[in-house]
């Protein structure tokens, strides 16, 4: 059975993001009309439909974190990569989204970086991370 | 832990020795209930499905506990998948479905390779023609709730549907459907094998202001104290959150259940506890619980949709000391406005944090609200 939203992150997997063109051809392959794959594609925080960065990094920002210091790491990270959330550095490499809750409350602030979680995290352990993300 | 105790598929053995309707009384008799935060009778819910006639049943196990704060479902799947797949087996016997949906939420989607490889090996060992797939969500809250868990898989928007009917009747493409979370599912082979399975034993997610936060296994009823003590707080405690919709209260010794907490105005859910010390400003905790509900509102409905943004609005206002004092008021009656006439439990819920803040802790609030005499004074 083809489920719509495990095509979408399969597309989303394999490209970066979920484009106009992929849609239509989407569309086609499970015959239903492209307005209901936009509608379920811009529904989700972890889908996207524009161009991403190279890196992805979604920092947690939901209260357990939150109490631990998440909104100076996310001032600081905004700063370092002269960028806001949902936007995208010039040279496309990193791109940055305050998200909901990851579930990692127990090892608070966290973020995941291309899908890979970083917790407890510090100033000075960001920078490292950063470091080794492809360029 | 309990919780971490294996079966190796004994207890679904034994489920299949009894029969469905064996299985089902045994259930009840144990008196297993939700552990998503509904708290309905399992055994109930498994029956209303077994007496639907449909020629096709499906069971979904909800893994999709976006609460903030909330981390014991990720817990179990980590360290114990083994008892989840079995629980999913027994019900989809019990109920007679043949396909079962686990819906991982996307935050966790690193676990659903390793969530395979148990799938197939419970599978060759109990030798079940069942089949079990994993829907891996995409990021939002409100998925959490179980008709938007139907919804999302069929492929639609992840928005709640109306109740009734309920997915025990009406459920994924229209058929009759069970759906559980986790915790209960894993809870189901503990406690057809073990005879000193105890339904008293309860995870609780213990995190924020603590030096040892994490998941504890402890009896429904545990002192507030003895939980925050274990997490080792460096600060004085102020307040406790249970998650974001349960909503606040002062930090008291009390004893941890549903009446109790209700009787402070919150709700309980899925046992979990935010502390939060006195060095933090509850306005502050609930302009980014408010900005959390902004963010998650599916805009099905009005009152969600417009009404989490305005509270948005209002309490960053007061956060910067830019608001008056009848904007507290306007608040709490919008809060209250949208508690009661909102679509699901999400928008019902989504201010119930700030009216038990502004019950316990409005003196805080005021304290950010420029007086009109000084107003005058800066100018304003």
Request: glycine share 8%; with cysteine; hydrophobic share 35%.
């Amino acid at each position: 059975m083809d489920l719509l939203l495990t095509e979408l992150r399969r597309i989303q997997k394999k490209e970066g993001f979920v484009s106009e063109k992929s849609m239509k051809l989407l569309s086609k392959k499970l015959k239903i009309p492209i307005s209901k794959v936009y509608g379920a594609a811009t529904f989700y925080a972890m889908m996207h439909v524009k161009k991403q960065g190279r890196n992805v990094i979604e920092i947690c920002n939901s209260p357990s974190c939150y109490l631990n210091g998440s909104l100076d790491l996310i001032k600081f990270l905004e700063k370092k990569l002269k960028i806001k959330s949902r936007q995208t550095t010039k040279d496309g490499r990193f791109c940055l989204h305050i998200c909901s809750c990851i579930g990692c409350c127990d090892k608070s602030p966290s973020m995941k970086i291309n899908g890979k979680v970083y917790s407890n995290l510090t100033e000075k352990k960001i920078l490292e991370i950063l470091k080794t993300c492809r360029s | 832990m309990q919780i971490l105790r294996k079966t190796f598929g004994r207890g679904y053995e034994k489920a299949v020795e009894l029969g469905q309707e064996g299985t089902i009384s045994l259930l009840k008799k144990k008196g297993l209930l939700g552990r998503g935060g509904g708290g309905f009778s399992t055994g109930q819910k498994w029956e209303m499905v077994l007496n639907e006639i449909s020629e096709q049943k499906f069971v979904v196990c909800n893994a999709d506990e976006g609460e903030p704060g909330t981390f014991k479902d990720r817990f179990i799947l980590m360290n114990n998948p083994e008892i989840v797949i079995e629980g999913i087996l027994t019900a989809c016997f019990a109920v007679g479905a043949d396909t079962a949906f686990i819906y991982l939420r996307g935050e966790y989607d690193y676990l659903e390779s390793s969530l395979k490889k148990t799938i197939k090996s419970i599978l060759e060992k109990t030798k079940s023609k069942t089949k079990i797939d994993i829907v891996v969500g995409a990021g939002a809250y409100v998925c959490g709730e179980e008709t938007a868990i139907l919804n999302s898989i069929e492929g639609e928007r992840g928005q709640p549907r109306h109740k009734p009917p309920y997915p025990t009747a009406r459920g994924l493409w229209g058929k009759p459907t069970v759906i559980n979370n986790v915790e209960t599912l894993a809870n189901v082979p503990l406690l057809m094998f073990y005879d000193d399975w105890n339904p008293n034993l309860r995870l609780y997610s213990l995190s924020g202001n603590v030096a040892k936060p994490g998941v504890y296994e402890l009896p429904e009823g545990t002192s507030l104290k003895k939980l925050i003590e274990l997490g080792q707080p460096v600060k004085k405690i102020k307040a406790v959150y249970f998650g974001c919709f349960g909503g606040c209260m002062p930090y008291d010794d009390i004893l941890i259940t549903s009446e109790n907490i209700c009787g402070k105005g919150c709700m309980l859910g899925a046992h979990t506890i935010i502390a939060v010390d006195e060095t933090k400003s509850i306005v502050d905790v609930a302009t980014n619980i408010a900005k959390f509900y902004e963010f998650e509102s599916c805009g099905k409905c009005t009152p969600c949709r417009e009404g989490t943004m305005r509270i948005m609005n209002l309490l960053e206002n007061i956060s910067l000391k830019n608001a008056k004092m009848h904007d507290l008021n306007t608040m709490q009656e919008l809060a209250e406005v949208i508690k009661e006439t909102s679509f699901c439990g999400l928008g019902q819920s989504a201010t119930n944090h700030l009216l038990t803040a502004l019950k316990y802790f409005r003196n805080e609030f005021e304290e950010r609200v420029i007086e009109k005499k000084d107003r005058k004074r800066v100018g304003r």
